[in-house]
């Protein structure tokens, strides 16, 4: 099983015989045509699950619902925000919020909890456990937010951070927020979230293409006992087995 990396929050996930889209914003080349999204996996063999954790434009691009001209296997996994705010229309997706789940003979996607609109995935497949975060982080920016924001702030992440526990203790990949333009500290959120749940593979995202502001993470996730895997090119991978995880680039 192979993670790629398309841009932003945008992850593919190659499986046996099936693939996933996670949060497509743009492909991973600027000429839509080379990319990743377009030049190969709408081409792969097998059914496509495309998953869209909210509306806002750098996690949903209306132009996934045109991939059915030349791909029929294809099904969308959307929160509901989407469809509240007019994106798409009833028919073509599934829409799921918080608590509710889609599964059928080769994977179960459950939508939890986020702490901006929509929801994050959780993702059961070939014996793995894989989340996808979506805008689901501690959102407090250190030189605007009121003292009183940030500890409304941290108590809902908490809240949804245990409620994630409650379904998944442990997890083999996470696809999480790192967001420099946080301030100081715009870590805060993925050490609370590996402090909670124990993690194998932790790869960061919506670093808004400053991969190495992010890097100084890697010896919190490692300290953790956390594989901490910076994907900062678009197209870059990370293979996946039951047994370890490995990247190859």
């Known amino acids: 099983m192979r993670l790629v990396y398309i841009y932003h929050s945008g992850f593919a996930i190659e499986a046996g015989g099936f693939s996933l889209l996670f949060d497509y914003f743009k ?8 990319g990743y999204v377009h030049a190969q996996l ?3 063999k097998g059914p496509l699950y495309v998953l869209s954790s909210h509306f806002h434009p ?20 959307f929160s509901r925000d989407i469809l509240k705010r007019k994106r798409a229309k009833a028919e073509d997706a599934i829409y799921l919020r918080k608590g509710e789940q889609y599964a059928d003979e080769r994977l179960r ?3 939890c909890g986020s702490t ?24 407090h920016w250190e030189e605007e937010s009121t003292p009183e924001e940030i500890a409304q702030m941290e108590g809902d992440f908490k809240k949804e951070l245990n409620d994630l526990a409650q379904l998944a203790p442990r997890l083999d990949l996470a696809m999480f927020p790192v967001d420099p333009r946080m301030g100081g500290d715009f870590m805060r959120g993925a050490r609370q979230f590996l402090d909670r749940i124990p993690t194998r593979c932790f790869v960061p995202m919506h670093f808004w293409a400053q991969p190495q502001k992010v890097a100084p993470f890697k010896s919190y996730a490692e300290s953790k006992d956390t594989r901490f895997v910076l994907l900062g090119e678009p197209g870059e991978e990370l293979e996946m087995r039951n047994e370890e995880l490995g990247m190859r680039i």
């Open 27 to 34: 492909d991973s080349d600027p000429d839509p045509a080379k």
């Open 58 to 77: 750098d996690h949903f691009n209306p132009e996934v619902l045109r991939w059915q001209e030349q791909k029929a296997d294809i099904t969308y996994l």
């Open 116 to 139: 901006d609109v929509g929801v994050s995935f959780l993702v059961a497949l070939n014996g793995l456990k894989i989340f996808h975060a979506g805008d689901l982080n501690n959102w």
């Open 42 to 44: 709408l081409r792969r």
């Open 109 to 111: 996607v459950t939508a």
